[in-house]
């Protein structure tokens, strides 16, 4: 609720603090919160399908129409597609138990960060000002993927600590991202908002030097081509300055 009343409190000052957007080109900080629905191709398809983001877009758009800021986002799913993570764990039974004997119950998801540098432009192409328009940027930075391994409220040693390291595949590498859609800035009120297409291309590297499940095969130290591509839309709240007040004396 505190981030909701911020961001309203945010909100209101740059609409009773702005100037007039539809009949001038308007310098003026940014910032938005967005999602994204994404789709995942390249090395990245054969451990993830499909895969939320949820993050922020903060910058500064010139009197030219040009954007230069950063990008974020926490990256999450469930679709997980290693197959035989902990076959080793399983007992002839066909099951995992904790440290009290009890059937486990272990669950996987894909999470991730990304963050980017991102420079673009917006074209006031079927427009209802100067400040709308299609938006383009693109831009490099970094990202991070992995594995997360939950136990619950159960103990089992074989995954506690630092043995779940030998699970989660850490990659790490340089991301780059393009994104082409429509960005709205009105003439009045809050409606102010983003959405588009994206692709991002990361050339990562796996961190661990083994997986415990496959103990006998030797990691990869090759580049992977980490693909995620989809849709995202954003809410951006514009902060512009206050016009100067004209007074006129007898």
């Given at each position: 609720m505190r981030i909701?009343?911020?961001?309203?409190?945010?909100?209101s000052i740059s609409i009773f603090a702005q100037r007039n957007v539809r009949d001038s080109i308007i310098g003026t900080p940014m910032i938005a919160v967005h999602y994204g629905a994404n789709w995942t191709a390249g090395d990245l398809y054969q451990r993830y399908g499909f895969m939320n983001h949820i993050g922020i877009l903060a910058g500064y758009k010139t009197s030219r129409n040009v954007f230069l800021g950063m990008d974020a986002?926490?990256?999450?799913?469930?679709?997980?597609?290693?197959k035989g993570l902990f076959d080793q764990l399983v007992d002839s039974y066909g099951n995992i138990t904790d440290v009290n004997g009890d059937i486990a119950k272990v669950l996987v998801y894909s999470r991730g960060v990304n963050?980017?540098?991102?420079?673009?432009?917006?074209?006031?192409?079927?427009?209802?000002?100067?400040?709308?328009?299609i938006f383009i940027h693109g831009g490099i930075g970094y990202l991070l993927h992995r594995l997360r391994v939950e136990t619950q409220d159960q103990v089992i040693p074989q995954l506690e600590l630092d043995y779940k390291k030998g699970y989660d595949r850490l990659t790490i590498g340089p991301n780059l991202h393009q994104f082409i859609g429509y960005s709205f800035l009105a003439n009045g009120g809050f409606y102010n908002f983003y959405g588009g297409f994206y692709i991002q291309e990361g050339f990562t590297r796996n961190k661990r030097t083994i997986f415990f499940d496959q103990p006998d095969i030797p990691v990869s130290e090759d580049v992977r081509i980490d693909i995620q591509y989809g849709v995202k839309i954003g809410w951006q709240i514009p902060f512009y300055k206050r016009q100067p007040k004209d007074f006129y004396y007898d």
């Open positions: 909701l009343l911020a961001l309203f409190l945010l909100t986002n926490f990256m999450f799913g469930n679709q997980v597609k290693t963050v980017n540098f991102a420079a673009g432009f917006i074209l006031p192409i079927l427009s209802p000002n100067e400040n709308s328009g």
